[in-house]
């Protein structure tokens, strides 16, 4: 774990503080960030629709200048969003990636309209476009803002922070240089005055960066192969640790400063699903080693044996859980919906969606609001579940559009927002 002198002047309280004041600038229908507060997925939106088609509650649909798996976020009426273009969005032609490009995009969020476009050169050369980074692109990071800039992570080709109103570059930083055929879909997340980004691709470590400056603040490494988002717990008496999610173990780290305070033992094997947390308890879901456990926060040392709290032999895989109500649910990649007790781990429901398509028929996670779950298949429209111990199909919708879908949707204003290839939709009633 390295460190700069600057982290001393971090502390616990006064990331606190920096949270608090952000969040009583944001409104209860701002996303600020991957799968919105706290990453949870969870809307209090209501009500939402159940049903829709190219013809029915579509409120616009924008024409995107590029691919990409990115979610889009909001900012009161702002709609924040990355693509790529120029290279890999043809399988059989695939390009030159000399004329790759990133853009951030910001987008009226009453009329789809696209405010400012501003792209940014990538560091090259990128992975080629083909095994795994073929399903999901160069644009797979959902961008994170604190309402003065926006902050968007394309891997090998760094960080960016734009101004919120024009798009205009403040800074741009690399968090390492290295690729993988799978390519990288880290989200960041803010930590204060910090910007905390899983370079476990470009750099194998956890990199916080001074928000304002983009200069490095603290740096973690060990951190393997891991394409999970991690996430901020907060505990009893005002403190706060970060919860990272990598190959055999899950840690705990100290925010401001990178210092590891515990880990706990977790699958062997690649991490793709998000830190879902709720209060103080984290729930990791790995991939091939079909392991998902909850482990209490807080601990110290090796807390192997005395928080963690149960475990099953079932994954998520790919997508990211959500716990809602006592229940943590999950629609795998191979589309089969999931069930389980948060409490206890105990298996409720597993059942198989009716949707088509290869061994990765979904990427997209799962959002609650309403009731109502939404699933996001990669090429065969969207699932509605019940929520609830009993599975239930309300419906299931097709916008006619035959990109692919791997965004996880936005919920925003009893609004909801999907995001193909190729378009930006707004759905509502």
Known sequence: MLRDPLCRCLTIASLS??????ASLADAAD????RGPQGTGVATDAPLPATWSAEENVVW??????????????LGDKLFLTCYSGYGVDADEPGEQEDLRHHTLCIDRTTGKILWNRLSMPRLPEEEYESGIALHGYASSTPVTDGEAVYCFFGRSGVWARKVDNGDRIWSASVGGETHIWGSANSP??????????????SESIVALNKKTGQQVWQTKEIIESWSTPALVDLPGGKQELVVSTKGKVLGLDPASGEQLWECASANDYVCPIVVVDQDIVYISSSRERLTIAVRAGGRGDVTDTHLLWEQRICSQVPSPLIHEGLLYWVDDRAYAVCLDAKTGEQIYKERLDVSGGSAKVYASVVLA????YAVSR???????????????????QLGDESVFN??????????????????YCIGE
Not at 189 to 196: E, H, K, P, T, V
Not at 379 to 397: C, S, Y
């Open 17 to 22: 503080v920096a949270l608090l004041a952000a």
């Open 31 to 34: 996303w600020l960030r991957y």
């Open 61 to 74: 649909k924008t024409p995107l200048p590029g691919f990409g798996s990115s979610s889009p976020i909001v």
């Open 189 to 202: 997340i803010l930590a204060g005055d910090l910007l905390i980004v899983n370079a476990s691709i470009e």
């Open 370 to 373: 309403d009731g109502k779950i």
């Open 379 to 397: 090429t065969d429209g969207t699932v509605v579940l019940a929520a609830g111990r009993e599975f239930k199909v309300l419906a299931k919708n």
């Open 407 to 424: 965004a996880t949707p936005l919920i925003s204003n009893g609004q909801l927002f999907l995001r193909s290839d190729k378009a930006l």
